[in-house]
């Protein structure tokens, strides 16, 4: 009788403790679109650490793949993910044009799935009740980018046209973050009034190498025609900074230089005038929600459809 009472109790003050075992915790599979990737990699650390240190699941519940940037392989973890009946997926597609077929995908199979990062279409999450996206809403971090820019003393413009000449280093443009950080930032100099004249758009595909080749090709293409150089995240705008000490150039006294992510690196920057400005994309918060609907979606609760975490802007 001592024993039952003494298990009963050792069992009750584990469920006070909220300490769950491998068996009755839900497993929970995640696919990650490239681990090499700086601003995924922040995210991708702090889910685990989320999930394992706060929300108490078991290690081994919680199985985290890299896809390597190739949607195939991508796809055989998902396949995997299935075969392995997990309880629930959090999703960080490499192509967002997949995203109608993974959908079908766990729809039939009936396991509940969290988009992460990189934003499905409404037309494709409308296709199953057991799917939805955590993000942030990518227009808002291209209109700060925007005003960081309209903010500054001389509006951006250095060579004194009247005009913000400005180029633009680009992520994966399949990408929405992509698509609306170019279109969005451009979108608020106009909005505040300001002349804007495009020098030069490339694909950098949110790499610190490629940002550093393209903003190389342009400060040699158009010199001190350069006014401002937009950078659709932080890792391309390191590589952008490189390019421009590299050629001279000041940021702050004749060029501009604004990121999106709000890198550790980046704030510093941010601080002493490196960089003109970022935008925080919350990891945290973005992690954190996931994590949190990921859990309830297990169970069985319904998930609405969007999940939104603001940006915050970063100067000086
Ligand atoms: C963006 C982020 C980029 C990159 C990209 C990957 O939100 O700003 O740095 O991580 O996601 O999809």
Not at 47 to 70: A, C, Q, S
Not at 155 to 181: H, L, S, T, W
Not at 229 to 250: E, H, K, P, S
Request: hydrophobic letters at 40%; aromatic letters at 8%; glycine letters at 8%.
């Amino acid at each position: 009788m001592k024993k039952v009472l003494a298990l009963v109790m050792a069992l009750m003050l584990m469920a006070l403790c909220g300490v769950a075992t491998a068996e009755d915790a839900p497993k929970i599979g995640i696919a990650i679109y490239n681990f090499a990737d700086n601003f995924m990699t922040l995210y991708r650390n702090e889910l685990h650490r989320y999930l394992v240190e706060d929300l108490k699941i078991p290690e081994e519940n919680v199985i985290i793949m890299d896809g390597k940037n190739d949607q195939a392989e991508q796809t055989n973890q998902i396949d995997g993910f299935i075969a392995d009946n997990v309880d629930v997926m959090i999703l960080n597609l490499v192509q967002t044009s997949s995203a109608a077929s993974v959908i079908q995908k766990v729809d039939a199979a009936g396991i509940p799935t969290v988009f992460i990062n990189r934003e499905p279409t409404k037309e494709e999450l409308d296709l199953s009740k057991l799917v939805c996206y955590v993000g942030a809403d990518a227009r808002q971090s291209g209109t700060f980018q925007g005003e960081i820019i309209a903010e500054t003393e001389n509006k951006g413009d250095f060579n004194g046209n009247g005009v913000v000449d400005y180029a633009m280093i680009m992520g994966d443009p399949e990408n929405v973050d992509a698509q609306y950080r170019t279109e969005f930032s451009i979108k608020a100099l106009e909005d505040a009034g300001l002349k804007v004249n495009k020098l030069y758009e490339q694909r950098g595909d949110w790499d610190q190498t490629k940002g550093q080749e393209l903003a190389a090709t342009v400060l040699t293409q158009f010199g001190n025609d350069v006014d401002v150089i937009f950078c659709n995240n932080d890792a391309m705008a390191l590589g952008a900074y490189q390019a421009i000490v590299d050629n001279g150039r000041t940021v702050g006294k004749d060029i501009y230089l604004v990121g999106v992510d709000a890198l550790d690196e980046c704030q510093e920057m941010v601080k002493n005038g490196t960089m003109t400005g970022t935008v925080l994309n919350d990891h945290i918060g973005q992690s954190h929600t996931a994590a949190d609907v990921a859990l309830k979606a297990a169970k069985g609760e319904p998930m609405e459809q969007y999940y939104w975490v603001d940006y915050v802007k970063v100067t000086k």
